[in-house]
């Protein structure tokens, strides 16, 4: 198989785990201190560590040539607007015990990758492809019709927001790190705004009396990067359809941790909807194997 295909499986797996497991129980520990807090924290020491790493790599130089070129700006921009959505949306999930919920949308985001980068991309969907990805769509039909009583627009929100994400920041194939700053950039002024309204009210967990609590909040921007840039990196080397599909990692381990952990509803349709995506999976990935 190609190397860097190869690079692009292992980048998108870490990250898909990184999100699946580690994100969600270091967000869940935070729901304490109010979703909107965790949010805009979330969106204000993502940019700082993205300002640091841009420093440290010396990478200023390639940060004003995107900035210079207004596709990359425009793309940048709506991209931004995308992120911080899946970003409060997902954080809301996950505050309210709706792990499942956010899960299922990040189900249907891989069957948008898979279509989004056969239409914009040509990527080759032969008929294995095609079988894994009906597999799909029959288990989340059972899903929606069979054990969501109340349509999951959480998971939908979420879904949507990140196929779309991943298609543009293709599609406009820029430095990962570097577009993510610039992405961080046009958010951090609400987040400094957001931060601001709270700290008046009186509604701020961070502060320098809980210096503790306020160093893992802290944590938020790295917990955001690290699996951000591994996954955004994977799609560029390995594909739209095949990173998409790896991306199930993240739901399965959201659906494992949603319900054994925190004991979530979990019904037996949904096991057999998971059991159905995880062969269409196996047989996605063969697939690429035995073409690559």
């Known amino acids: 198989m190609n190397q860097q295909f190869n690079k692009g499986l ?4 870490l990250g898909s785990f990184w999100w699946g497991f580690i ?15 965790i949010v805009i924290h979330r969106c204000l020491w993502t940019a700082v560590s993205l300002i640091i790493t841009t420093i440290f790599f010396s990478k200023w130089k390639i940060f004003f040539s995107i900035i210079s070129n207004k596709k990359y700006l425009i793309g940048l921009f709506i991209s931004g607007l995308l992120i911080f959505m899946n970003w409060a949306v997902w954080i809301y999930a996950v505050a309210t015990d709706r792990i499942i919920d956010a899960s299922f ?4 985001m891989p069957i948008l990758s898979v279509f989004l980068g056969f239409i914009f991309f ?3 969907l032969n008929r294995k492809r095609i079988f894994s990805i009906t597999l799909v769509i029959l288990s989340i039909i059972i899903l929606l ?11 939908i929100i979420v879904g949507v927001s990140w196929a779309f994400y ?10 990962t790190d570097i577009g993510l700053l610039i992405e961080s950039l046009f958010i951090l002024p609400f987040a400094l705004i ?35 840039f591994l996954y955004v990196r994977g799609v560029e080397l390995s594909g739209l359809g095949p990173a998409g599909m790896i991306f199930y990692i993240t739901p399965t381990l959201q659906f494992l941790l949603g319900y054994f952990y925190y004991e979530e509803a979990f019904s037996i349709i ?18 690429l194997y035995e073409t690559n």
Do not use: C, H, Q
Request: glycine share 8%; net charge positive; aromatic share 20%.
């Open 10 to 13: 292992l980048l998108t797996s």
């Open 23 to 37: 994100g969600v129980i270091y967000f869940k520990y935070l729901e304490f201190i109010g979703f909107v807090e």
């Open 105 to 108: 949308g990040y189900f249907i």
């Open 122 to 124: 040509n990527e080759k």
């Open 145 to 155: 019709f069979f054990s969501i009583k109340s349509l999951p627009w959480v998971g």
């Open 166 to 175: 991943n298609l543009i920041r293709k599609k406009i194939n820029v430095d």
């Open 194 to 228: 957001g931060f601001y309204l709270v700290y008046k009210n009186g509604l701020n967990d961070f502060s320098f009396d809980n210096p503790e609590l306020s160093l893992f909040i802290l944590l938020a921007g790295p917990m955001t990067v690290i699996p951000l």
């Open 270 to 287: 949904k096991l057999g909807s998971f059991i159905l995506i995880w062969i269409a999976v196996i047989i996605y990935l063969k697939d």
